[in-house]
């Protein structure tokens, strides 16, 4: 249960205690997003999660280093008859205390644009932690990691399953993005469920440049999901020649699916991506400015089914072939 206190009104100290019981009685967790300064409203509550500023108001305590943040959590603990206490300190990660000890989880964004609705998804991800029987200290680690994706967007965001995945495991969270046929099915059925667009470009990737890099943003940045294809080996071949590719096609898969703006990799034979736009039906279809809306493979498929074109801005200098030439000298 979380008890996200607002101050507004409806949760009372009655209606906070009264709620309190029944999970407990029922033993479910109880989270609690606090307000004000008398935490001995939440007590009972299996964990609380104030920010620093919280901490320090409603402990009458300094919170200035990680062990002023523990002694005020400790107290808050004891006095008002809590589980656990979890502090979020901004850009200084966050301090879970409870009776297993304290743990200090370092800020894992790499780049803030956002801080609104942070502090919301550590509790809704910690709950979701707790919910599936997860430990404390491992629910925050989840959340700290949430966290420091969701501040890495603009406006209020959410956190999206692959995100999490990616942000946890690394090398776990690409392989969820390079899908075979089947599984890229089922993926897009769960995107249009929710009411997101599709997009798709194309190409062998095999050295990935600046150019690939624009073509990619540019794509991302049309949809809400984006698929690349990805030529596989034996069709880099048969369109540039023996020698080709230098990357074999799992490798350039994993290139790819590292690049934030990809949702989804899938490799395709033959010479053109066809056949799987056909089964794709992408509501964009993103290609080089170096093509003509008339030429881009595809483009009278995705028109018919009321999507769109968009022909990417090119950056000039950049070749795979010409890379190639000059290491090969």
Not at 169 to 176: E, I, W
Not at 255 to 274: H, K, N, R, Y
Request: glycine content about 12%.
């Amino acid at each position: 249960m979380v008890l996200s206190d607002y101050g507004k009104g409806v949760l009372t100290t009655d209606v906070i205690a009264a709620a309190i019981e029944a999970a407990t009685k029922a033993g479910v967790p109880v989270l609690v997003d606090p307000k004000g300064v008398d935490f001995s409203r939440y007590r009972g509550a299996s964990v609380v999660t104030p920010n620093r500023r919280e901490l320090g108001e409603a402990s009458q305590m300094p919170v200035d280093s990680e062990a002023d943040v523990v002694a005020a959590a400790r107290h808050l603990i004891e006095t008002c008859g809590l589980g656990a206490i979890i502090a979020t300190r901004g850009p200084n990660g966050m301090t879970v205390v409870s009776d297993a000890g304290e743990v200090h989880l370092p800020a894992m964004a790499r780049e803030v644009f956002d801080v609104s609705g942070a502090g919301d998804t550590v509790v809704a991800t910690v709950a979701a932690g707790l919910a599936a029987g997860m430990q404390i200290a491992d629910a925050a680690q989840l959340a700290n990691v949430a966290a420091g994706i969701v501040v890495g967007k603009v406006g209020t965001a959410v956190v999206r399953l692959e995100e999490l995945s990616d942000g946890l495991g690394g090398a776990a969270g690409l392989s969820s993005k390079i899908l075979g046929h089947a599984d890229l099915a089922d993926r897009i059925a769960r995107w249009r469920a929710r009411g997101l667009s599709v997009g798709f470009t194309n190409g062998c990737f095999d050295i990935v440049h600046p150019g690939h890099i624009a073509l990619i943003e540019q794509a991302s940045a049309a949809c809400d999901r984006l698929i690349v294809a990805l030529n596989d080996d034996a069709s880099v071949r048969g369109l540039k020649g023996e020698g080709r590719p230098v990357q074999p096609q799992d490798a350039r898969a994993r290139v790819i699916a590292s690049l934030s703006g990809v949702d989804a990799v899938v490799l395709f034979g033959g010479e053109t991506p066809l056949a799987l736009i056909e089964a794709v039906k992408p509501d964009v279809l993103v290609k080089g400015a170096d093509y003509s809306v008339e030429e881009v493979v595809g483009g009278d498929v995705v028109t018919a089914n009321g999507g769109h074109i968009v022909l990417a801005d090119l950056v000039d200098g950049f070749s795979t072939s010409d890379t190639i030439s000059r290491i090969a000298g």
